[in-house]
C-alpha cells in the first residue's frame, strides 16, 4: 500500500515570494492533515480536513497560509506572501475518518528555506 | 489543555542494549490515546507503537515496548535490542477523546553507539 506522497521534498524561496506544497494521502484516508515543524519542536498541527471539508484551522495563520483539498483527496498548502520565519519542514499526515486508533501516517515533509 | 513533556533533549545507548525513553502528559480526559514517532534525519515520522488509555496491557511491537504508568501519568518507550539504525529523534504525542489531532512533546535524540 503506498504512503503518503508529498511534493516537493525541498524548496528555497526569498522573503515575501509565494510557495505551494502538494500532498497525496493513503487510499481511503478521509482525514489530512497539515503540520510545521521548526527546528527543534515537535510538529504542530496547522489544518484538519475530513474529507474536503475543514475540521479545525484554528492554529493556522490565515494572513498569509491556505490550504485546501478538492474532492476530498489531494490538498494543497498555500504560504503567501512568506517570512524568514516561516522556515520549516511541512508535513502532511492522513487517517482513517473514524474507528481504530486513529493513527496518522505521515509523508516524508516538505523543507522549506525563507531566505 | 492537553501537554505532552519529554524532559530527554538527548540519549546515548549502547548498541545492543536497551534504552529508555521518557514521556509524561496531562491531560483531564479519561480517554486518549498515546502515540510514539520515530524520526530519522530523512524527516518523515514513522509511527512505533500506540496505547490507549483503557488498554490493560502495556503496548508491545517488535522490539519496542510501551511502559504506561496511567496513575503516574508516563509512558514511556523502550527499545530493546539497540540498533545503529534507532539513532533518530523520537516524539511522544496524545490523542484526546473525540479528536484524531495530535499534540507533540519537544522530542529526544537518539545516539546509538556502536
Known amino acids: 500500500e503506498a504512503g503518503v506522497a508529498q511534493s516537493p521534498r525541498y524548496k528555497i524561496i526569498e522573503k515575501r515570494q509565494s510557495v505551494a506544497f502538494w500532498c497525496n494521502p493513503i487510499?481511503?484516508?478521509?482525514?489530512l492533515y497539515w503540520y510545521q515543524q521548526i527546528l527543534g519542536q515537535g510538529p504542530k498541527l496547522l489544518i484538519q480536513?475530513?474529507?474536503?471539508?475543514?475540521?479545525?484551522d484554528s492554529q493556522l495563520p490565515k494572513d498569509r497560509f491556505s490550504a485546501e483539498r478538492l474532492k476530498g483527496v489531494d490538498s494543497t498548502l498555500k504560504i503567501q506572501p512568506a517570512k524568514l520565519e516561516d522556515s520549516a519542514v511541512y508535513l502532511c499526515?492522513?487517517?482513517?475518518?473514524?474507528?481504530?486508533?486513529?493513527?496518522?501516517?505521515f509523508g516524508p515533509g516538505t523543507r522549506l528555506l525563507v531566505l | 489543555a492537553q501537554k505532552i513533556t519529554q524532559t530527554q533533549p538527548g540519549m546515548f545507548v549502547q548498541e545492543k542494549e536497551a534504552v529508555t525513553l521518557d514521556c509524561t502528559y496531562d491531560?483531564?480526559?479519561?480517554?486518549?490515546?498515546l502515540f510514539w514517532y520515530k524520526q530519522p534525519s530523512s524527516g518523515e515520522m514513522i509511527f512505533l507503537i500506540y496505547?490507549?488509555?483503557?488498554?490493560?496491557q502495556n503496548a508491545t511491537e517488535g522490539r519496542y515496548s510501551l511502559n504506561f504508568q496511567k496513575a503516574r501519568k508516563s509512558a514511556n518507550l523502550v527499545i530493546s535490542a539497540s540498533q545503529l539504525g534507532d539513532s533518530a529523534m523520537y516524539f511522544c504525542?496524545?490523542?484526546?477523546?473525540?479528536?484524531?489531532?495530535?499534540?507533540f512533546g519537544k522530542g529526544t535524540k537518539l545516539s546509538v553507539i556502536p
Open positions: 504525542a496524545m490523542r484526546w477523546a473525540g479528536s484524531y489531532q495530535l499534540t
Open positions: 499526515a492522513s487517517s482513517l475518518a473514524s474507528g481504530g486508533t486513529g493513527t496518522q501516517y
Open positions: 487510499s481511503g484516508h478521509a482525514t
Open positions: 496505547q490507549g488509555s483503557y488498554d490493560q
Open positions: 480536513f475530513q474529507n474536503n471539508g475543514v475540521v479545525d
Open positions: 491531560t483531564s480526559d479519561p480517554s486518549y490515546g
